[in-house]
């Protein structure tokens, strides 16, 4: 689980190590691992290898090349983003925008008027919202 096992002691990977609804599973399908990481890096490999072994949804990626070799192989993809969106519009997440800045604080790119779209979907005002230098 790369956001474990690479981000020891940044913002959120004690809680994620943590929780007892994340079930962590090896790949078994190295090989093809190996072919993907010809064009992306480790984790984006395996996540998109584990997504097909597992049948699973969808597979949460935001870099361009790899939310294009991962439609490519066959899985559904959503980013960050749009997951955030879903999280508010199910009830799961109380806010987005609280959200949004951190990503932006934290060097998250996120262009002012994919911001104001965001917020729309989510249903959240965005007339009042502020521009944070990066």
Not at 43 to 60: F, K, M, N, P, T
Not at 65 to 90: D, S
Request: proline share 2%.
């Amino acid at each position: 689980m790369e956001s474990v096992d690479h981000a020891s002691g940044r913002p959120g990977s004690a809680e994620i190590a943590q929780a007892d609804w994340i079930v962590r599973r090896p790949v078994q399908n190295q090989a093809d691992v190996v072919r993907l990481r010809l064009r992306l890096g480790w984790g984006e490999a395996e996540a998109i290898v584990l997504a097909r072994e597992i049948g699973a949804d969808a597979v949460v990626l935001d870099d361009a090349t790899a939310r294009q070799m991962a439609e490519h192989e066959g899985c559904r993809v959503v980013g960050l983003l749009g997951l955030l969106i879903a999280g508010k519009q199910r009830g799961l997440l109380a806010a987005v925008k609280p959200l949004l800045d951190a990503l932006r604080r934290n060097g998250f790119f996120i262009g002012d008027d994919l911001y104001a779209t965001i917020l729309r979907h989510a249903s959240e005002d965005s007339s009042h919202h502020r521009t944070i230098e990066h």
